[in-house]
């Protein structure tokens, strides 16, 4: 079965320009999770889709927005991309709320120039 | 909210010793508590949580971690650490009514032979 599946891998962007991040979560896995890895910062979590319903956020600008498709897959977009937003983009599956045990992609390495 | 702390950024041991990583957190509300490890260049795995029950959990890889209420406390111990064991690892929280995940800074492991 294959786990959570992110892409691109990689990404290189300028400063200013829109970004879509892609996650397609484990078969069966209703709870998709965003979290942000920058140099220095650690984890950040960002953004929580359920049912197709954004559930939680984290304290990040209304720049950073997503959705939940009905296939439970997701999207991240970040407009108005900035040096800072250059991070590792981790998504999360769960089979349920409350990610007892979720499972993370590989991440998407973002790079702002 | 939750916050952990991770007190050590860095820790250097050779094969065969033991390990020990810390994890503090605060929380006015119950909390679930996890151990997260990442490799190099792959995303976060699942090494063991701590829900309810026994306050000692075990990992199939040999780690162990203790939920110490009193002292706020779930360090991460193993007896033997092999070259293999060198990778980043993140102590986690979550509030039982929240279902968001709050990660320390993370605890980098380099073992030498």
């Known amino acids: 079965e294959a786990g959570v599946t992110q892409s691109p891998t990689h990404l290189i962007k300028t400063r200013g320009q829109q970004v879509t991040l892609r996650c397609s979560p484990i078969?069966?896995?209703?709870?998709v999770y965003w979290y942000q890895q920058a140099l220095g910062l650690g984890l950040q979590f960002l953004l929580w889709y359920d049912e197709g319903e954004e559930r939680n956020r984290g304290n990040f600008p209304p720049r950073f927005s997503g959705r939940q498709f009905p296939n439970y897959s997701s999207e991240l977009n970040v407009n108005a991309l900035e040096l800072e937003d250059s991070a590792l983009y981790l998504c999360a599956s769960s089979l349920e709320p409350g990610n007892t045990e979720a499972f993370f992609g590989q991440g998407t390495r973002l790079t702002v120039v | 909210a939750q916050s952990v702390t991770q007190l050590d950024s860095q820790v250097p041991v050779f094969e065969e010793a033991p390990v020990e990583l810390r994890c503090n957190y605060s929380?006015?509300?119950?909390?679930?508590l996890f151990w997260y490890v990442q490799y190099p260049n792959q995303g976060l795995q699942l090494l063991l949580k701590y829900l309810s029950g026994s306050t000692l959990v075990e990992s199939i890889n040999g780690f162990e971690a203790e939920f110490n209420k009193s002292q706020t406390s779930f360090h991460l111990r193993k007896p033997s650490v092999h070259i293999s064991d060198t990778a980043e690892y993140f102590c986690a929280v979550i509030a039982v009514n929240d279902y968001k995940l709050s990660f320390g800074a993370g605890t980098t492991v380099t073992v030498r032979a």
């Open positions: 078969s069966g896995h209703t709870s």
């Open positions: 929380s006015s509300v119950s909390v679930y």
